[in-house]
């Protein structure tokens, strides 16, 4: 990998037009930004854009972030897609991305930066906080080839931009799982995922809202699965609000929806993301994608086979989830979550 550290107001400038060079990382207090170099069918492939892409980045390049934005073109909107982890997202964002139509940004770890300076910004902070988010998300939705559309699907822990994201008219999908397939998930990728799921609880816990709610101490003796309960609500009761607005731009989409018909939801999903995506694109790639993990290409992983593994995780953890999701339904951190989010895709 190349490696350069020095820039001029002339490279910044050369920088800012050039999609190849990614906003990879944003060091929020020096006001840095790292570039990594990767083409369109890297970014493409690639089921995370953070520190797992590094094969297909072939140089990487710092530059000021503030003098970057102002010379970035405006571009126009992306879309995007929401999520509460565990349901699908990636497959989704893959499934909607058609090389010289769509390309999807699964997870680019900048955004997950803005979103900190966003969720640590207090009082004249916040609206400077806000503008690194847009400059951000608009550095990601410089197009490869003119026409394209940037669909993203940010990680989960930066749903705390969506409110930003829906206001500013960007078409937007919020994805969610049940709370028992939350959970199953959980428990399917063992000890890892526990800990991810704290993490997240920790994050969340900074968003001055749900789990903020929730006193330290109190939290310290919840079990794994208390945890993962909490904050799969957390971001359900988000996009309860969110979607509660009755903002045009957003809608719902429940992940079964989604694995029991592909091509009609993503049809659906294509139209309200202003995602110029024919039928016959929809059908390549749903028989392309929709037969395989969607982190691990070489994998086979069918919709059946994930029904049949959350089958025997069921039988196994009846008791233990049925006790959850009873212990789950008395809790409310800030507001009411039904079984189904409001304002769904298919109506």
């Known amino acids: 990998m190349t490696t350069a550290t020095n820039t001029t107001p002339k490279d910044v400038g050369a920088l800012a037009r050039d999609p190849a060079w990614f906003p990879h990382a944003l060091d929020a207090n020096r006001r840095l930004?790292?570039?990594?170099?990767?083409?369109?069918?890297?970014?493409?492939?690639?089921?995370?854009?953070?520190?797992?892409?590094?094969k297909s980045v072939t140089g990487s390049m710092t530059a000021p972030f503030d003098a970057l934005a102002s010379a970035a073109p405006a571009n126009p909107p992306p879309s995007f897609i929401f999520h509460t982890a565990f349901c699908c997202s990636t497959l989704m964002a893959k499934?909607?991305?058609?090389?010289?139509?769509?390309?999807g940004l699964k997870e680019p770890n900048v955004l997950m930066d803005a979103a900190n300076v966003l969720r640590m910004a207090n009082g004249a902070g916040v609206e400077n906080a806000r503008k690194?988010?847009?400059?951000?998300v608009n550095l990601l939705a410089r197009p490869h080839q003119a026409?394209?559309?940037i669909l993203i699907k940010p990680t989960n822990t930066a749903n705390n931009i969506a409110p930003l994201i829906v206001a500013s008219g960007a078409p937007v999908i919020f994805l969610y799982g049940d709370l028992r397939g939350f959970l199953l998930s959980v428990l399917k990728?063992?000890?890892?995922?526990k800990a991810f799921t704290r993490k997240q609880y920790t994050i969340f816990a900074l968003d001055k809202e749900g789990v903020a709610s929730i006193p330290e101490r109190q939290a310290l003796g919840f079990t794994d699965l208390q945890i993962a309960a909490l904050v799969w609500r957390h971001q359900m009761e988000l996009f309860t609000r969110i979607l509660s607005s009755g903002a045009a731009n957003v809608r719902?989409?429940?992940?079964?929806?989604?694995l029991k018909n592909p091509q009609a939801v993503l049809k659906a999903a294509a139209a309200h993301l202003k995602l110029d995506l024919t039928d016959t694109m929809l059908t390549g790639n749903v028989a392309a994608v929709f037969?395989?993990?969607?982190k691990f290409e070489d994998q086979e992983y069918t919709p059946e086979e994930r029904s049949r593994d959350e089958s025997s995780l069921e039988s196994r953890h009846r008791t233990e989830l049925d006790m959850i999701e009873g212990?789950?339904?008395?809790?409310?951190?800030a507001a009411d979550v039904g079984d189904r989010l409001p304002n769904p895709l298919l109506g």
């Open 327 to 333: 212990w789950a339904r008395q809790v409310k951190l």
């Open 33 to 54: 930004l790292a570039l990594a170099r990767i083409d369109r069918s890297g970014l493409s492939n690639e089921p995370f854009l953070d520190q797992r892409m590094q």
């Open 252 to 258: 719902s989409l429940y992940f079964r929806d989604l």
């Open 291 to 294: 037969s395989k993990n969607s």
């Open 147 to 149: 026409g394209e559309r």
């Open 189 to 193: 990728k063992g000890e890892a995922c």
């Open 95 to 103: 499934a909607l991305d058609s090389n010289g139509a769509v390309l």
């Open 132 to 136: 690194t988010v847009s400059a951000t």
